[in-house]
Nanobody, 123 residues
Framework: QVRLVESGGGLVQTGGSLRLSCAAS????????LGWFRRAPGKERAFVAS????????RYSDSVKGRFTISRDNAKNTAFLQMNSLLPEDTGVYYC????????????????WGQGTQVTVSS
């Protein structure tokens, strides 16, 4: 079992920055792909970014590409999401998730999720 705990959310003005953290316990994250998702008010949860175990490959949604950066520190069992140039449409609850990594050609489900952290961007 992997327990994920997000932190770093808060209220920020348009154009500001926040850095989210996702601390894991229970198992080492080094064999998991990590992802960040968000649920905007009144919308379904949506993919934001992901990173492979070795940090060799990252992927972003078009809406955050160029503004957000996902990273991880396997030694500290922690993942991060640096969010710059924030916009009101970035408002939502941000979730960290982990999926077993079986290689680049095998898709696996995110089966461990954190409780989420609220990000609010004021205009």
């Amino acid at each position: 079992q992997v327990r994920l705990v997000e932190s770093g959310g808060g209220l920020v003005q348009t154009g500001g920055s926040l850095r989210l953290s996702c601390a894991a316990s229970g198992r080492t994250l080094s064999s998991y792909k990590l992802g960040w998702f968000r649920r905007a008010p009144g919308k379904e949860r949506a993919f934001v970014a992901s990173i492979t175990p070795s940090s060799g490959y990252t992927r972003y949604s078009d809406s955050v590409k160029g503004r957000f950066t996902i990273s991880r520190d396997n030694a500290k069992n922690t993942a991060f999401l640096q969010m710059n140039s924030l916009l009101p449409e970035d408002t939502g609850v941000y979730y960290c998730a982990a999926a077993p990594w079986l290689g680049p050609t095998i898709n696996t489900d995110y089966n461990f999720w954190g409780q989420g952290t609220q990000v609010t961007v004021s205009s």
